[in-house]
Structure formats: C-alpha cells, structure tokens
C-alpha cells in the first residue's frame, strides 16, 4: 500500500510539472509582447552589469554609471541601424545596374545545361506544370455547371455605401507598425535603468522569495549563475563582433559593395547556432554573382566564409569558453527551432544566450533540474550507471569500452570500485526487489567475468613486460619479499565470486600466494582454511544485504582459528552504512574493516611487508 502511495505521488508530481510547463509556455505565447522585452532587458542588464561594476570602482556614482552605459549602448544601437538602413536602401536602388550580369548568368547556365540533365528536368517540370493547369481548368468548370442554378438562388442584391470619414482606427492602423517597436524599445531601456541600478534589491526580494532557510545556496547558486551568464553574454558579443568586421573587412578587400551591411548581418545572425553564419553569406554570395560577369568573387566569399568559421569555431571559441557554453549541441539545436516558434525572428536570435540561461538555472535550483539534464552537456549518467546500463542490454561491446578508457585515465583497481562493484550492488539491489530475474542476474555477471577475462589477458601481457624490464634493470641486486599466503572467500554468490577473482588479478603473485575458496557453505570454508593454512584470510561481500552471514562466517572463523588474521571487505557500501558495518564486524573478530577493493590490496600488501 506504501508503494502504491509513493507511485500516486510521483504520477501526481509529473502531471502538475507538465501542467505548469503548459501554462508558462502558453504565458509566454500569449504574453509575448511583454514577455519578449522583459527577457531581452534581462540580458543585456547581465552584459551590461561588469561595465557599471568597473565604472563604480573608479568612483562613478551608480546612477550616472547606468546612465552613461545605456546612452553609450543605445547611440551605438542606432548609429548601427542607422547605417544598416542607408546601405539597405542604397543597394535596392542600384540593383538595376546589375540586371544585365544576372541575364548573362542565367543564359551561361541554359547554353551549358540546354543538352543535359537541367534541360531534362527542365522540360518534365513543364509537362508537370501543363497538366495541373489543366487539371484546375477542368475542375473549375464542373463547380461552375453543377453551382449554377443554386447561385441564381442564392444571389445577394448588391449595396453601394459611400466612404465613411476618417476613423482613429485607420489612423491606428498606420501608426500602429510604427509605435509599436518604439514603446518596446522605451520598454526595454526603462527596465535595463531599473534592474542595472535597483539590482540588489531585487536579488534580495528573489532571495525572500525562494525562503530565508535556503539563503546560503541561493546566493551561491545566483553569483554563479550571475558570473557565468555575464561572461557568456560578453564572450558571444565580443567573437559576433569580431567575426562581424572580419567579414566587413574580408568582403571589401575581395571588393563587394556594402560590407558594412554584409558585416552587420554576420554578427547579428550568428547568434543563430550553427545556421547563422551561413544565412549571413547567402546575400553576399548572392551579390558577388551580381557584381561580376564570372564565377571568382563569389568562390572567394565562399572562401571567406568558410575560413572564417573555421577559425572561429576551432580556435577563438574553444580558447575563450574553455570547457563549452554548458549546453549540448542537440539541445541548443532543438531549443533554436522552440525559441523561433514561440517568438519568431527574436526568438531565433535569443536562443542561443535564453538557453544558456535556463541551462544554469537548471544547474542551480532545484526544482529546475530537469532543465540541467535536458539541456545541459555534462553526463546524465555515471560511468557505473552507463555500465549497469549496458549490462542489462547484453551489450558487452560498450561495456568493455566504458571499463577500458576508465582504465586508461585511471587504474583498473579503481574501475573496479567506481563502475563494476557499484553496477553489481545495483544488479543485487534490482534482483532482491524482483526487477531483475535469477537468470538475466547470471547473465550480467557472467558478462562482467568475460569482461574481466580480457583485462587479465591484457593485465599479463604488461606485466611480463614491466617484469622483464625490471629484472634487467635489478640485475638481481634486491632479494624478493616474502610470500604472504591469502585464502579469498565469496561470502554469498557468483557477484561475490566474481570479485575474489579480481583479487587474485590485482595482487602481486611474486608476494602473494592466493587461493579461491568456492565460499558459500561455512563448513567448506573452515575446511578451506584447515587445509591451506593461509596468512590472511579476506571475506569479500556485495551489498546490499550479506552483512549477517559474513558475521557468521567470522564467528566460526574466529572461534576455530583465534590467530588468523581476517580481512573483511564490505565492497561498494554507502558511506553513511560503514561506521554501522565496521562496529558490528569488528565485534565477531573482523581484524580488518574496508569498503573498497583498493583498500583491501593496501591493507593485503601492509600486511605482506610485516611478515
């Protein structure tokens, strides 16, 4: 019945997320002609915020540093649309002037393609266009045959009304298109000098808003969130900027006209992720095959384009980010196509900073963690998890992988306590809550036991390799270091087994002399342990659960063998179970308690240099 609560609960949690996802994003459509200047203000109060910072350390009062921040901002703003204006008009009224190149072009195309395939496809789209014409004729005379006689029915006498005068509405109508970008960017300013001198105060009021208890988390997380939405804003101006006049300057050495126009253009659109810089050299290419009667100014600016993004996007960005933007590039590539659907053209441009912003916030507040694991670029998954994961796919390919670049950055004693113990103690876990059955639980660990086959094989061939190249190096100069005799015990299963074998792969065999008992039954372990006699005797145990039988074996163990050392290994336990392990072990006679199987090869080799 608890269960069931806890399942209602979750469904209950899920469906009121959607709903409020819903209504945020139909607020959003519904509301955009507020909601549109309200998030662009926010942005650029974040790019704006280390300037008035700067000027307020060099003791300029911080109402006349937003002031003069947003004067220089706006003047820098018109004066760029301005200009942009005036080369739009003027390349519309010279565009007679390169008619003739265009006639040419297009009669160049027609002579090399009149006896080839544009010819071909030229004359079926013809045919193509000739019967649908004619299609539409034939449709249209049938409407008219069978509709005859019930229009005369249905005919309507015809009303003359004289023009009325001139209504406020007509008036709105022509002003309207023209008002309205204004009022928005008197919006966008008047908020920008809101947040920029008032930014403390709201920060205080979000602060209230989330709760005073979370106060030292909330501050953490928006100086973070601050820090790094400012210095992306003001990195992704800078390389827009850069890589505007980089075109501006490329194009007019190439000589296409208007490069200031094509340069604006460039820095504008490459806000747009991916798509952008390309849109931007549609026109210039565009132009080029205007301009000249030949092919070479356009391949040139194609040439120019291409570099350029190069550049940009293998040095100058990965230089300047560093790690990344936060975001994955599927996100950001989906996130475009939702911000131009919900708010077009501006919201194609604001996708690529809008979504860096949710993917911190994510990051930060709790209740918006789903946003860090949809759009964020760090793994949603453990090494562990993506292993268990692959295990239960029977997928021994990528599960190899996975535990071989572990390897390679790390070490194989370490890619044992980091990905295959925890996957097996998910495995346990998944079988004694019945999510898991007795035969798929054999085939995983089965499927871990090749696995680890393969890293021995390739274990042996470097230590014969590292041996040899010490033996050479030694010349026999240092006597070796006594055997210590260790007896290893399963204390439950296959899992268990499965990790005494990894034992004996990891431990020296010039120092130690290791045994596999089969475990399982303490009677044969006694027996193990009367006849082989060991130095050390190591118990290795899996959670969950295992903990009681391990206590029975050292009680058996202790009462029959008082001198034999026993090294307990509780492998993949969490932290706050171990102090509770270690107490109730140590009571039956456990003389060593650890939690990893790197902890047992320290205390094994410890215990081989005191013999």
Not at 153 to 174: C, N, R, T, Y
Not at 218 to 237: K, N, P
Not at 282 to 291: E, G, K, N
Not at 539 to 554: D, E, M
């Amino acid at each position: 019945m608890k269960l069931s609560f806890v399942k209602s609960d979750t469904s209950y949690s899920f469906i009121s997320m959607l709903i409020s996802i819903a209504l945020v994003l139909a607020f959003m459509y519904w509301a955009r002609v507020i909601v549109i200047p309200v998030a662009l203000s926010i942005l650029i109060t974040f790019l704006l915020v280390p300037t008035v910072n700067w000027l307020e350390k060099i003791y300029i009062p911080r109402v006349l540093a937003v002031i003069l921040m947003t004067v220089i901002s706006l003047s820098l703003f018109l004066g760029a649309t301005y200009a942009i204006t005036k080369q739009i008009d003027s390349l519309v009224d010279s565009y007679p002037q390169y008619e003739d190149n265009i006639t040419a072009k297009i009669s160049q195309i027609n002579e090399q393609g009149s006896s080839g395939l544009f010819d071909k496809f030229h004359s079926v789209a013809e045919r193509l266009y000739e019967q649908l014409e004619q299609a539409q004729k034939d449709s249209k005379i049938q409407k008219i045959s069978s509709s005859g006689s019930q229009e005369a029915s249905h005919a309507q006498p015809v009303k003359i009304v004289e023009d009325s005068p001139f209504h406020f509405s007509a008036l709105w109508g022509i002003a309207g298109p023209v008002l309205e970008p204004l009022a928005n960017i008197g919006l966008v300013i008047v908020l920008i000098i809101f947040m920029l001198i008032n930014r403390e105060d709201l920060r205080d009021r979000f602060i209230a808003l989330v709760g005073i208890g979370q106060m030292t988390d909330t501050t953490r997380a928006l100086e973070d969130a601050g820090d790094r939405i400012s210095r992306y804003l003001l990195i992704q101006l800078f390389i827009n900027c850069c890589y505007g006049m980089a075109v501006g300057i490329g194009l007019w050495l190439i000589g296409v006209p208007y490069f200031i126009l094509w340069g604006s253009f460039a820095a504008l659109l490459r806000y747009i992720p991916y798509l952008g810089a390309w849109l931007s050299a549609l026109l210039p290419i565009a132009l080029s095959l205007l301009i000249s009667p030949d092919w070479s100014i356009a391949l040139m600016v194609i040439a120019l384009f291409l570099m350029l993004e190069l550049v940009t996007n293998m040095i100058a960005e990965p230089m300047l980010y560093g790690r990344g933007i936060g975001v994955s590039q599927a996100a950001l590539l989906v996130t475009v196509a939702f911000w131009a659907w919900l708010w077009g053209p501006i919201g194609l441009i604001l996708a690529s900073p809008l979504t860096v912003c949710l993917a911190v916030l994510g990051r930060h507040v709790p209740f918006l963690k789903f946003l860090d694991i949809l759009l964020g670029d760090r793994p949603t998954l453990s090494s562990s998890q993506r292993y268990y994961q692959r295990l239960l796919a029977k997928d021994e390919d990528e599960a190899s992988d996975i535990i071989e670049r572990y390897i390679e950055d790390d070490s194989m004693v370490h890619a044992f306590d980091k990905i295959i113990i925890p996957a097996l103690s998910l495995a346990r876990a998944d079988l004694r809550s019945g999510k898991l059955d007795e035969l798929s639980h054999k085939e995983m660990v089965e499927l871990s036991g090749s696995i680890l086959e393969d890293q021995r094989s390739e274990m042996y061939v470097i230590e014969s390799k590292e041996k040899k190249t010490e033996k050479e190096s030694n010349d026999g100069a240092t006597s070796p270091l006594p055997v210590t005799s260790v007896l290893a015990v399963p204390a439950r299963d296959s899992t268990d087994k499965l990790l005494v074998d990894a034992l004996s792969m990891l431990l020296d065999p010039s120092r130690f002399e290791i045994h596999a008992s089969p475990g399982g039954i303490v009677y044969d372990i006694l027996a193990d342990v009367k006849r082989r006699t060991p130095d050390v005797l190591v118990i290795l145990s899996v959670p969950p659960g295992g903990v009681a039988h391990v206590r029975h074996i050292c009680k058996r163990i202790t009462a029959r063998f008082p001198d034999l050392r026993i090294v307990v290994g509780r492998l993949g336990l969490y932290e706050e179970d171990q102090e509770e392990n270690r107490r109730r072990l140590s009571e039956v006679g456990a003389d060593y308690i650890v939690f990893s199987l790197a902890d047992v090869v320290s205390e094994l080799n410890k215990l081989s240099t005191l013999d």
